[in-house]
């Protein structure tokens, strides 16, 4: 690709919210000290509720106690937007890109949110459409996925959350994004093919070309072992 850049792309299994929080921060330090290129890190969560800034807990309808016997957690944490989920049957992609010199953070969302159209459509989903003033992918109106990002020092964290085949019930328990109008969905739900080696196959090839990244694969442990960081225990599914 002409003019690209390189960059890593991180595959992993299921890892708890909080570790991956912490290891996009150190990703981002090492990003900005130019210790390691642009990071596109595909994952899981267990289920966890995330609070963005402009967001609030009264969005989320049950207790932290409640929470825990359901084996779930909520965290307000330093991205923008409000009220989401993240879990099993969701791939979340997180992107630590350096905005400088050319790229524009407007321009990064955009991205972001076609990136999950592209990978809808390849799933063999039709009729999802990408939806720049809402930051969402959405079917007749109902909500394939979500972004949410934060800039500090000209570094992105954060990223995307596109449903594959999560229990839609996980989001009947909150009003995402501050929409309480606006229903969940997923690709399997909608009748595409949710595999997800296919769905982030797809996802992140459209990532790497629209932010004109010649891509390199990389494990977990050899990333953090370049950027000189610790790696978070990879719980459930480490083989993706």
């Known amino acids: 690709m002409a003019g690209a850049q390189p960059g890593l792309l991180v595959r992993t299994g299921r890892i708890g919210y909080v570790d991956a929080w912490r290891l996009q921060r150190e990703l981002a330090t090492a990003r900005a000290a130019e210790t390691i290129p642009d990071v596109l890190w595909l994952l899981e969560h267990p ?36 009220m989401t989920w993240h879990g099993p049957g969701q791939t979340t992609a997180y992107a630590i890109l350096n ?14 949110v076609a990136a999950m159209a592209d990978a809808c459509a390849g799933a063999g989903l039709t009729g999802a459409v990408a939806d720049d003033a809402s930051v969402g992918v959405y079917r007749q109106g109902r909500k394939l996925g979500s972004v949410g990002i934060r800039v500090q020092h000209g570094i992105t964290t954060h ?12 989001f009947a328990l909150m009003t995402a994004c501050g929409a309480p109008g606006v229903p969940a969905t997923s ?7 949710p595999d997800r080696e296919r769905v982030e196959q797809v996802l992140a090839a459209s990532l790497a070309g629209r932010f004109r990244l010649e891509i390199t694969d990389i494990s977990l442990d050899a990333l953090c072992e370049r950027a000189r960081i610790a790696a978070p225990a990879v719980t459930v599914d480490a083989a993706v």
């Open 159 to 170: 990223g995307v959350g596109l449903n594959r085949d999560p229990d839609l019930e996980w």
């Open 187 to 193: 690709i399997a739900a909608e009748g595409g093919d």
């Open 47 to 82: 289920p966890v509720y995330t609070v963005g800034r402009h967001g609030t807990r009264a969005d989320l309808f049950l207790s932290d106690e409640q929470l825990a016997l359901m084996g779930a957690s909520v965290h307000s944490v330093d991205r923008g937007g409000q």
């Open 99 to 112: 905005l400088r010199p050319q790229r524009r953070i407007k321009r990064v969302v955009g991205d972001l």
